[in-house]
């Protein structure tokens, strides 16, 4: 029998274009709407694995794992690209997946918000940007050229991933955006990957070289 688990809606306003594309207006931002959806149990679940598994139940449930299989491995593909930075020369290939880090094991150690990202559009990016200069300037005192350096570097993180000193200030001024913004609702979720990108660049260790092949 299914399971009541409550969760929050969060709306964005809708850009409203013309015949042109060209945007023209915002639709009315909706108000938060939290309800109770019916969510299988644990039981349900292996029920239909066990009991039915040619069903489309079962097929829906191991495509949903497969899904965040497929998240994982499209991360580090990304995380690949990032790290080429300008240099197109390089190119991504299967060799670059850490399979040891596809297992349900290792998916499960992830933090819930870094587990399966989902893609933010170019239009929530713009918007993060944007706030992002507004807020910062405001509440740090800083130039909007300044600013808009941090901005650059959110746009090709690569540029600053070798450089831990500038990636701990990166999320320090992320950290006084997301407690003075007042609209995490729209941009919150960009801030966080940005941040949670460069807090993974930080933790990881120093690459020593190896003196003998010098």
Same mark, same amino acid.
């Given at each position: 029998?299914?399971?009541?688990?409550?969760?929050?809606?969060?709306?964005?306003?809708?850009?409203?274009?013309?015949?042109?594309?060209?945007?023209?207006?915002?639709?009315?931002?909706?108000?938060?709407?939290?309800?109770?959806?019916?969510?299988?149990?644990?039981?349900?679940?292996?029920?239909?694995?066990?009991?039915?598994?040619?069903?489309?139940?079962?097929?829906?449930?191991?495509?949903?794992?497969?899904?965040?299989?497929?998240?994982?491995?499209?991360?580090?593909?990304?995380?690949?690209?990032?790290?080429?930075?300008?240099?197109?020369?390089?190119?991504?290939?299967?060799?670059?997946?850490?399979?040891?880090?596809?297992?349900?094991?290792?998916?499960?150690?992830?933090?819930?918000?870094?587990?399966?990202?989902?893609?933010?559009?170019?239009?929530?990016?713009?918007?993060?940007?944007?706030?992002?200069?507004?807020?910062?300037?405001?509440? %740090? $005192?800083?130039? *909007?050229? /300044?600013?808009?350096?941090?901005?650059?570097?959110?746009?090709?993180?690569?540029?600053?991933? !070798? @450089?831990?000193?500038?990636?701990?200030?990166?999320?320090?001024?992320?950290?006084?955006?997301?407690?003075?913004?007042?609209?995490?609702?729209? %941009? $919150?979720?960009? *801030?966080? /990957?940005?941040?949670?990108?460069?807090?993974?660049?930080?933790?990881?260790?120093?690459?020593? !070289? @190896?003196?003998?092949?010098?």
């Amino acid at each position: 029998m299914a399971i009541a688990k409550q969760y929050k809606f969060n709306f964005k306003s809708r850009k409203i274009t013309d015949e042109a594309g060209n945007e023209i207006g915002r639709t009315r931002k909706q108000d938060s709407v939290t309800c109770d959806l019916p969510v299988p149990s644990d039981q349900d679940i292996v029920d239909v694995l066990v009991s039915n598994p040619e069903s489309k139940e079962a097929e829906l449930i191991r495509s949903a794992v497969a899904d965040i299989v497929y998240a994982q491995a499209r991360e580090q593909f990304d995380e690949v690209i990032d790290a080429f930075g300008d240099d197109d020369s390089k190119v991504v290939s299967s060799a670059h997946l850490d399979y040891d880090k596809l297992t349900l094991a290792y998916i499960a150690s992830i933090p819930p918000a870094r587990r399966g990202a989902a893609a933010i559009s170019e239009e929530d990016w713009t918007a993060f940007f944007e706030d992002y200069l507004a807020v910062m300037v405001a509440a %740090t $005192g800083k130039t *909007a050229d /300044r600013i808009k350096n941090h901005i650059n570097l959110f746009k090709k993180p690569a540029k600053a991933k !070798a @450089n831990k000193e500038v990636l701990r200030v990166l999320v320090d001024q992320l950290d006084i955006y997301m407690a003075n913004s007042a609209n995490l609702e729209d %941009t $919150g979720n960009c *801030a966080s /990957r940005v941040s949670e990108k460069f807090q993974k660049w930080i933790s990881e260790p120093e690459k020593a !070289a @190896n003196l003998d092949l010098l």
